[in-house]
């Protein structure tokens, strides 16, 4: 048992925290919250140039050789900092599906684009019902002439806008079971049919409504097996809600962070507010939620590293940071008192987002479903 | 990061387990709730010294094992699971013997130690007093030194199992003369001096483990002391980080967490099982959540101290958690139970052996005993947080 990272990881964090400190300040958060693309094309480069976006790839992909916890230790910072744009689709989403399911011809072509900063990419899966299972999906897919023609709606799409390829699921069989027939397709920017349309989201975040209507795909862009999508699709969506849960973790941690300086610093009654008790036992509530959240957290970011069944460990870190941000907000709100509430402070922007992110890849409900699953309920 | 235990430490799980399975099958104990703090049986307490499963930590030079902390929790989590009557060595294991390691000589280690070990002497703790609760520090229970040793008068409350335990640990003033932190002794007294005795106080669940213990001019040697003379309130301080953030806190109702959860699954509600009910779905799942993030925080502290690091706010931190999570479980095995969750365990209609009704009744104590909830989150606002002091 060790719950300390290794050296690396350390100076990994810390070179991804200067770099974010200089880099990303709550200025351009909120710019890119107002910019048609959400994010600073120059800032991407050079994350590409750090190697961030290939580093948990293979090297012979373009790759960092690094795991799943080096990414998780970039995606706590990349949290705190309120990162604007599509490293998470692109890279969690996309890249990890690419990892876990493309050919080695898919790999290849694709992983060293996104390794180099050149390729952004996302995946649609959500639809009118988002439950982040298989009984989301009811795009079809159907072969035709040697080709594969795609029509439905997907939602809650993260950077289609600016994205140069979708990953896409959609049944092209009919199953038994939900998880039967599933297949995920490549759809690359430009091709005819697909209409993105941006959804007007509380984090002003770049989430999409993409319609497929008669989207036609050759049948080289399907990604892993025809009909059996699925077991890759749960697996993204489980590396998906392990990764958003550091990512939280990261948002949270400062959160407590600037309500704890500003305890310090807020005179009121002739002394720092942080002496009182009533102050001090809503940041210590606040702190045993976040060192719950960072092991639990963690505990499912290992695990997915390891390779092992972890439907549970990844569950519980979802359902627990999910429920634990939502309470530190309201702390940290409560102690800030109305200065937190103003646009400019720093703290909407952790609230607004902290719910988008609660709502992403399942909310606690969704994740205690499946932990009672799991305990044979 | 390794979230694992070795396969070392996984083997000796399945050595404690088979142990506890057999003992059970013998019909030595059936699983309690709190068995850590009720169960008290000197002889299984021996068994348990005999397998070398009491001061597994310690050094081997007194009759310990050397072994890690990590070890330990693997020890303390499977009696704990399984309700084993530990009370007796409870104490000694957790809290006195490290500290007589840290602060005692080498005769107190060499005399006490192996003592402890083979389950022969039992320790009981004397720190509160009527007028020093949270405010330990006001503590005036008083030992005045002559030239044989001290004199000691005045009174313990709260102290479990003074009753059936040998020994004290006490805390005790030794210079009134000074700012109150400043004149505070540790010592180790006999319960059987001439001098002492102890007053039952049934709480609230109807049973005895809690005593006043009363001290008329009790004479003790100068030997008795354990460390350093009037710095007694920095001993206790870390001593109560151990005493604060073992598996007890969130696994001394686990039975009755393993009870509730095979009781939905065998309760029939409309023509279902219980189990397949969305609201009870929802709130197992989410002890289920809380039980794991608090072991977690559990395990957390073991291995700050197996970095031979002091976990100064984790202790504190992982308490107040873990003590509130056992109350929520409490309250939601009785919601699930319904009106069956009042009757008291001699009734015959008792659901789950009246398991939930008992933690019902004693975990409000929990959020009191060893650092009230308010004081930790002061300790972790002010050590953890840097937050100042009033």
Not at chain 1, 82 to 100: D, H
Not at chain 1, 351 to 360: D, G, I, S
Not at chain 2, 150 to 174: C, D, E
């Amino acid at each position: 048992m060790d719950f300390g990272f290794t050296e690396e990881q350390e100076m990994l964090k810390k070179m991804a925290r200067d770099f974010l400190t200089s880099r990303c300040p709550k200025k351009l958060v909120r710019e890119m919250e107002k910019d048609e693309k959400g994010y600073a094309p120059e800032i991407w480069k050079e994350m590409a140039e750090l190697g961030w976006m290939g580093l948990a790839f293979p090297e012979k992909y373009g790759g960092g050789d690094g795991t799943f916890l080096d990414l998780a230790v970039l995606l706590d910072e990349m949290g705190r900092a309120c990162l604007p744009g599509p490293f998470f689709p692109t890279v969690v989403l996309a890249g990890m599906a690419i990892l876990e399911a493309g050919s080695e011809t898919q790999k290849k072509e694709l992983l060293p684009q996104i390794a180099q900063g050149k390729l952004i990419a996302t995946l649609a899966t959500t639809e009118d019902s988002p439950l982040y299972d298989a009984s989301d999906i009811s795009t079809s897919a159907s072969e035709e002439s040697g080709n594969f023609v795609i029509n439905g709606t997907k939602l809650f799409v993260q950077d289609a806008q600016t994205a140069d390829l979708i990953i896409v699921s959609a049944r092209t069989k009919k199953g038994s079971e939900n998880k039967e027939g599933i297949s995920l397709f490549l759809v690359k920017k430009g091709t005819a049919g697909v209409t993105t349309t941006p959804l007007m989201t509380i984090a002003a975040d770049k989430q999409a409504e993409v319609v497929f209507n008669k989207v036609v795909v050759p049948k080289e862009n399907l990604l892993g097996e025809l009909h059996n999508g699925w077991p890759v699709l749960g697996k993204v969506l489980q590396y998906a809600a392990a990764a958003k849960s550091v990512e939280m973790l990261g948002g949270v941690q400062q959160v407590l962070e600037m309500t704890v300086s500003y305890a310090k610093e807020r005179v009121q009654f002739g002394k720092p507010i942080g002496t009182l008790q009533a102050i001090q036992h809503y940041c210590a509530d606040m702190a045993i939620d976040i060192d719950g959240c960072r092991l639990i957290i963690y505990q499912a970011a290992w695990a997915l590293n390891e390779n092992m069944p972890c439907a549970k460990e990844v569950a519980l870190a979802k359902a627990w940071v999910s429920d634990a941000y939502q309470r530190c907000l309201i702390s940290a709100h409560q102690i800030h008192g109305a200065i937190g509430f103003t646009e400019d402070h720093d703290l909407p922007l952790y609230y607004r987002r902290a719910k988008a992110a609660e709502l992403a890849f399942g909310d606690a409900d969704v994740h205690r479903e499946t932990v009672a699953c799991e305990i044979g309920l | 990061m390794d979230f694992r235990f070795t396969p070392e430490q996984e083997s000796f799980r399945k050595e404690v387990r088979d142990f506890l399975e057999s003992e059970m099958a013998k019909g030595i104990f059936k699983p309690r709730c709190d068995a850590w703090i009720i169960g008290h049986s000197p002889e299984f307490s021996r068994k348990i010294g005999e397998k070398g499963w009491i001061g597994m930590t310690w050094p081997k030079e007194y009759g310990g094992q050397g072994r890690s902390y990590l070890d330990r929790l693997v020890l303390t989590e499977e009696l704990l699971r399984y309700g084993a009557p530990v009370a007796a060595h409870w104490f000694s294991d957790r809290q006195i013997g490290p500290s007589i390691i840290t602060y005692g000589t080498e005769e107190q280690k060499k005399e006490f130690l192996p003592k402890i070990i083979n389950g022969e002497i039992y320790f009981g703790l004397g720190m509160s007093e009527p007028e020093a609760g949270s405010d330990l520090a006001a503590l005036n229970t008083r030992a005045v030194e002559d030239e044989n040793g001290f004199v000691l008068n005045g009174q313990k409350v709260w102290t479990s199992g003074a009753h059936s335990f040998n020994y004290i640990y006490l805390v005790v003033r030794t210079d009134p003369d000074v700012p109150k932190h400043k004149g505070i002794s540790e010592m180790i007294v006999d319960l059987n001096s001439p001098g002492i005795s102890v007053n039952p106080l049934v709480d609230m669940t109807g049973g005895r483990h809690f005593n006043e213990v009363f001290f008329d001019n009790v004479r003790v040697p100068k030997t008795a002391i354990i460390g350093k003379r009037n710095e007694g309130w920095k001993q206790i301080v870390a001593q109560l980080d151990y005493e604060r953030s073992g598996m007890e806190r969130v696994m001394a109702n686990y039975p009755l967490f393993e009870a509730i959860l095979k009781y939905a699954k065998e309760t029939k509600y409309k023509g279902q099982p219980l189990s397949k009910h969305p609201l009870i779905r929802q709130r197992l799942a989410q002890l289920t959540v809380e039980f794991e993030v608090g072991r977690l925080l559990i395990y957390k502290v073991a291995w700050v101290l197996s970095q031979k690091r002091i976990p100064n706010y984790e202790a504190s931190l992982a308490k107040t958690f873990c003590t509130e999570f056992q109350q929520r479980l409490a309250r939601t095995a009785m919601e699930i139970l319904g009106p069956y969750s009042q009757l008291k365990p001699e009734s015959e209609r008792a659901a789950l052996d009246g398991m939930a009704v008992h933690s019902f009744l004693i975990t409000p104590g929990y959020t009191l005993q060893a650092g009230t909830s308010e004081v930790l989150r002061n300790i972790l606002a002010m050590r953890g947080l840097g937050l100042p002091a009033a």
